[in-house]
């Protein structure tokens, strides 16, 4: 996955000493597919980012936070959702060294740790990681939504309380499709109910 410039920080200025600090703040544009697939921050929009890097003798550890403007859908009507949100990270980017020392140890998640650089370590990757655990999994517009009307499709929050639809039952479609036009459910079940009462009497 390519880097996204923004998010990379140098760290020549950050002494290898171990408990040394350095202080980033980050103002960049989200990279792509930042986040869930119903929710997440648009490519382009602004990130805003504060973090504090501490040289250990295995590696960097960066710990910060990034705002971030989330854009999505609700899983129960799609109305789009938008709203900020503020991502805590707190992840250790190992060392070449170190990371191949966790292999060789048999650590199974070896190929997955952070790998800091030799002039540079990259945000975006504990960022990414960060937002998809703190996003929800399901995305609601407000925790009441009442979703979609099966039968128009239309948002039943914005309809009246009393709103519903004509049910024909199945049974009278044929009767239904014989009646002149313009003539409405409660004629097709008038009369079914017309031939139910003639089959009665003539058994």
């Known amino acids: 996955m390519a880097s996204t410039a923004g998010l990379v920080v140098d760290i020549v200025d950050l002494p290898q000493q171990v408990g040394a600090l350095k202080h980033v703040h980050l103002e960049a544009a989200a990279p792509a597919d930042l986040g869930a697939e119903m929710i997440g921050a ?112 239309q948002r039943l929050d914005d309809l009246p309380a009393d709103h519903h639809h004509e049910q024909l039952d199945p049974r009278w479609s044929a009767l239904a499709a014989l009646l002149p036009e313009g003539a409405d459910a409660a004629d097709a079940g008038a009369a079914a109910d017309t031939a139910a009462a003639e089959d009665e009497e003539h058994r």
């Open 42 to 153: 648009q490519e382009g929009s602004p990130l805003v980012v504060d973090a504090e890097l501490t040289s250990l003798d295995n590696g960097v550890l960066v710990r910060g936070t990034a705002d971030v403007h989330l854009s999505g859908q609700c899983v129960r009507c799609l109305r789009d959702i938008a709203e900020d949100m503020t991502v805590s990270f707190d992840e250790l980017y190992f060392t070449p060294e170190a990371a191949r020392a966790q292999a060789a140890e048999g650590d199974e998640e070896a190929d997955e740790l952070y790998i800091v650089g030799e002039a540079s370590l990259d945000l975006e990757l504990a960022l990414r990681d960060a937002l998809v655990l703190a996003l929800p999994f399901q995305p609601l517009c407000s925790k009441d939504c009442a979703g979609l009307c099966p039968q128009c499709g």
